[in-house]
Structure formats: structure tokens, C-alpha cells
């Protein structure tokens, strides 16, 4: 089996920052304290709660994303002088300088010995040569039979659905396997988000390669085999 990521977008939103919120977890009744960026919770959730063995988190934004927001992934009190370069990055025009994200990266990398973090800039994703660029580096990050969790709440809306469809080739091309994809909904009023598992994503996908298969060569095994993993995952959650 090959490893298994994370992998989130962090954005840009309005107000210059995240809003701290509460998340609710499906199947628990404990809510997480409160985080700003939904990857640090999901992250906890996926191997505190699930105990699902991640070994790397990828994190795509642009060079204009507030990246200062992931460093929730470690303790608060630890603040070094990279976040603050980090900070005044956002504050300006031209963005973050890659060599600063180089130099974050590698600070969140020796608070996660066990895990590999990579921190990727990505493009706005606005024409297909774009979405070109942004397949080639997923797929750059991720090896054969990888397990991937989708984080897709936060960036440019269009960016989630793109990385979304970047997988789905992947999953054809190189045997990826998308375990789990959650979008944190915030609810209308409160500082209260539900967690969203939108796993019949990867579900739909699975049902329309077998049909394909089918119809053109007849073979009934793909449907068959959709049909017994759609059974299982009325006990397990994860996408196969």
C-alpha cells in the first residue's frame, strides 16, 4: 500500500484571516476547540478519532493565501520569526516570496517528525493550461496507490472542484485512492461549523467507470464490485 495525505487549500477569505470556529464531526457528539483553518482539526480528527495513519499533509494556495493561518498545526505558543515574515507577505501586494514558504515549511517540518509536510504554491487555476500546471504537481506529490483525504473547504471555489477532477484522473492513471473528501460548513449563525463528509463524490465517480466498462465490453465485474463496496460502506465511511 503507498502513503497516505492530506491534502488541503488554504485561501484568501475577506476579512484577511479565519474565522475561529467550533467543528462538529460526524458520529460524535464533541466538538473540536476552536480553529480557524479546517485542515488542523481535520487533521486531529482523521488520526485521533478514525486513527487513520497519515504520513504527509499537502497544502496548495496561491502566493497571496494567508498561510499564516496553517500555523495552528502547532502549539500557540510557539511563534517564531518565519510567521511574522509570513504575515507581512499577506500584508503586501507582490505576495508571499517563495523562499519564505520554503523556510515555513520547513519549520512546521520539525514540529511534524513523523509526518512530511509539503507546502505548495499553486496558480488561480483560470485557464486550462493552468489546470494543466496544477494536475502535473499533484500528481508530482503523490505516488502509485497513494490514499488520499480531500480537505475542500477553503480557497477559490473553483479550485476544490479542479483538484477534485485532478484526483479522479489519477485514480484512473496511477491507481490513487480518494479515502475521504469534507468540506466545514459554517452554519448560519453562531461560531459553530458542520463537517460534511462528501464522500458520494468519489462513490459517483466509481459507479460511472463501471458503467462505461460495461457498456463497452460488457463486463458486469465492475458494477458487481461497486455494488459490494457500496454495501461496506454503509459500515465504513472511506471511499474505496
Known sequence: MGKTHLLSLVGKPSTGKYEELYYQFPATPIRTSKQGFFGVPLFRWLTENKKVPIDSIIILGTNQSIWSAISQFVPRHKSPDIIELI?????????IEWEDLTEFEEWLQREFSNVAISLRFISKGQNEEEHIEILKMINGLLGEGDHVYLD??????????????????????????????????????????????????????GWAQAFSTYKHSGNLNPIVKEMKESSAGSNDPSLQ
Request: aromatic share 10%; proline share 2%.
Open 152 to 205: 475542500m473547504t477553503h480557497g477559490y471555489r473553483h479550485l476544490p472542484v479542479l483538484i477534485f477532477g485532478a484526483l479522479s484522473y489519477l485514480v484512473q492513471a496511477r491507481g490513487i485512492k480518494i479515502k475521504g473528501i469534507y468540506y466545514g460548513q459554517k452554519e448560519d449563525l453562531g461560531d459553530s461549523a458542520k463537517v460534511i463528509e462528501l464522500n458520494a463524490l468519489g462513490s459517483f465517480l
Open 87 to 95: 504575515k507581512l507577505g499577506e500584508e503586501d501586494n507582490n505576495g
